[in-house]
């Protein structure tokens, strides 16, 4: 395998060289005898002493080609070190509709797809976001477990976070408000919103038929304050970029029905079209604190081609 003889200019202290990028790994040579993990752990300076072991475990590394688990493993100057990337290998694992976007020891964020669901009901077995990575997790060691921090409905799509501990998960949970900086969905409702901007508020509360109902005031419910952006419209679609303030059980669904605007494909809250075959909402964008180092992290997940296709012969 050749690698860019321009790189060794930067790396004469050190002892590999940078690596060399493609769409399915990153690759690096040995300078010098070493073994496999200490290497590892000496290039790849922005992961963890436990997500290194992960990616090894896995199968994720390969020495000129070979794969390697052995944390041992003798490397001699000269050899190739391959790490293929967490979407490569995830499709060989056959993770189906899951992403994953970034994952450390205290948390893994993903990308779901429409149609399935976060965690399990009690309706039986299904697959679900959480069985996978539990078994995602476990092929590094069998004691490994996710935790759900937060859901997204089965016919949302878009960005999600998961806890790697039980003490991660509460300590996201009880403060939420204050871990997550923002929190944007994109919204495909119908008709043409009359108004470029807004803000809806209200207090929801579910019946017994697990349906949410909003009140203008306090009708024993939750406060939920949602606000919105027009991005693009035509004159049978308009297409929002939405803000939660609160995180309420099916908010923003509710609150475009108030808007007077229900979420394409949502005809338990009121819409009447379905052109996508899919419900009309994707979490976009997450932005939050690490729960252990304090950093600010930014999530994103692109508008879905179905959506930007409802406005093409506008």
């Known amino acids: ?36 993990l200490p ?29 390697i688990t052995q944390h041992n493993y003798e490397l001699k100057p000269g050899q190739v070190v391959s790490i293929e990337s967490n979407q490569s290998f995830i499709k060989e694992m056959a993770l189906e509709g899951v992403t994953v976007l970034y994952e450390d020891d ?5 990308e779901k797809e429409a149609g ?19 078994n995602y997790v476990k092929q590094a060691h069998v004691n490994n477990r996710v935790y759900v921090v937060h859901r997204l409905d089965r016919d949302t799509s878009g960005v999600m976070v998961f806890a790697r501990s039980e003490k991660v998960k509460h300590q996201l949970q009880e403060n939420w408000n ?23 508020e209200s207090w929801l509360k579910e019946s017994k038929t697990y349906k949410m109902y909003s009140n203008q005031t306090d009708n024993g419910g939750k406060k ?6 027009l991005v693009k419209q035509n ?41 996508m075959k899919r419900l009309g909402l994707h979490a ?14 930014s999530f994103k997940s692109s508008i879905p081609k179905k959506f930007q296709k409802t406005f093409k012969h506008s």
């Open 1 to 36: 395998m050749k690698i860019n003889q321009k790189n060794k200019k930067n790396v004469k202290n050190k002892k590999q060289f940078k690596p060399k990028r493609d769409e399915r790994s990153e690759q690096y040579q040995v300078k010098e005898a070493v073994e496999l």
């Open 39 to 67: 290497f590892l752990r000496e290039t790849l300076t922005s992961r963890s002493r436990n997500a290194i072991k992960s990616i090894l475990t896995r199968g994720q590394v390969a020495v000129d080609g070979k794969s």
């Open 106 to 110: 205290d948390i893994i964020v993903v």
């Open 116 to 134: 399935l669901l976060s965690i399990a009901t009690n309706k039986g077995p299904e697959l679900t976001v959480h069985r996978q990575l539990m």
């Open 178 to 200: 204050k871990v997550v900086l923002e929190r944007t969905y994109t919204a495909l409702v119908e008709g043409k919103v009359t108004r470029d901007s807004g803000t809806i």
């Open 224 to 229: 939920a304050i949602t606000h919105y952006q």
């Open 235 to 275: 004159s049978n679609f308009s297409l929002l970029e939405v803000n939660l303030e609160t995180g309420r059980k099916n908010q923003i669904r509710v609150h475009m029905q108030d808007l007077g605007h229900p979420i394409v494909g949502d005809k338990k809250y009121g819409a009447t079209s379905n052109p």
């Open 284 to 297: 976009s964008t997450l932005v939050m604190i690490h729960p252990t180092t304090g950093k600010k992290m």
